[in-house]
């Protein structure tokens, strides 16, 4: 069976963070495993507080796995600290795994901000020369690139800035984009050419954890040996279904959706 390794913090309602990724993997048929950086409080509602896990334990944490199994893929999220995204840097640096896919996650839908300001600079200059794929949002990328993000050309210019600074790929996600033609479009460049995945525009507010689970479903579909263009197609695929089957459980935002059985009759499951 292929593995896979979450590196993010933990989300008590369970729609974002390592709940959401451990779902998706366990939805797209490959073994889940989790190094947690910080354990928040949050709920449909917003974020009520964050403990950053030391840095003695996230090491510990990570060492603990690559020491003993075999890791097919690793996404990364919430990497909340300076201390936690260097820790993070060297287990890359040490264990090398084939394929890391790291969803620069910022600030959450409610507006609390994941990764402290000061921090910003360590995860350009250590994280993204180490991954395989980046997956910025909009406002993500506008702050990596330093560009503002207004149309499909903006997100084309800030991919290629992003790419520059060492990463092997950079998908844009354009769900925070308002186009006229109501379409989700995500942009993937490689360094040569642009791919464009497109969906159309879900009507829901339940859209907590969308990037999470659209960079956990990569990184499964990576482990499960496809290539980048596939596994991105594929993952918009399952991040589309997710958001149209995606429902309340509280009074706030909800959680995504990981329907094992319509994966299944879509034929996206291994
Ligand atoms: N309302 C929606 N309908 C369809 N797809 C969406 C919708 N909102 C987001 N997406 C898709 O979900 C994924 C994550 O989106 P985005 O909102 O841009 O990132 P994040 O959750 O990191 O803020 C992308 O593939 C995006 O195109
Ligand atoms: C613990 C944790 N990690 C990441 C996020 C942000 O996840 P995302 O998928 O971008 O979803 P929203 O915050 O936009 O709903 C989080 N909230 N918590």
């Known amino acids: 069976m292929k593995k896979a390794l979450t590196i993010a913090g933990s989300d008590t309602c369970g729609g974002a963070g390592i709940q959401a990724d451990l779902k998706t993997f366990s939805a797209l048929g490959v073994y889940g495993m989790s190094v947690i950086t910080a354990v928040t409080a949050q709920n449909t509602q917003g ?6 896990v030391t840095t003695e334990i996230i090491e510990k944490q990570i060492k603990a796995i690559f020491e003993d199994i075999e890791v097919d893929a ?5 990497v909340s600290m300076i201390d936690t995204i260097k ?3 060297e287990g890359l640096k040490t264990y090398q795994p084939k394929n890391v896919v790291l969803d620069p996650v910022m600030i959450s839908k409610s507006g609390y ?4 300001k000061e921090a910003k600079e360590t995860l350009i200059n250590e994280l993204i020369p180490l991954a395989t794929l980046i997956t910025p949002n909009i406002p993500e990328a506008e702050v990596i690139s330093n560009i503002k993000i207004k ?3 903006d997100m084309e210019q800030s ?5 520059d600074m060492g990463v092997k790929n950079v998908l844009v996600k354009g769900g925070h984009l308002e186009l006229e033609e109501k379409e989700a479009i995500d942009i993937l460049y490689d360094g040569q050419t642009f791919n464009y995945y497109k969906a159309p525009i879900i009507n829901t507010q339940n859209t907590h954890g969308t990037g999470c689970t659209l960079s956990s479903a990569i990184a499964s579909y990576l482990a499960l040996e496809k290539d980048m263009k596939e596994a991105v197609r594929l993952a918009k695929l399952y991040i ?3 958001i149209e089957q995606a429902f309340s459980i509280g009074k706030g935002v909800g959680p995504t959706h990981h329907f094992f059985d319509l994966y ?3 034929g996206l499951m291994q």
């Not at 991919?159 to 790419?163: F, Q, S, T």
């Open 151 to 153: 149309t499909v050309e």
């Open 74 to 78: 690793v996404k990364i999220g919430m």
């Open 159 to 163: 991919a290629k800035i992003i790419y």
């Open 47 to 52: 974020v009520f507080g964050v403990l950053d």
């Open 240 to 242: 589309t279904m997710a």
């Open 264 to 266: 299944k009759k879509a």
């Open 113 to 116: 901000d994941l990764l402290n």
């Open 87 to 89: 820790t993070i840097a």
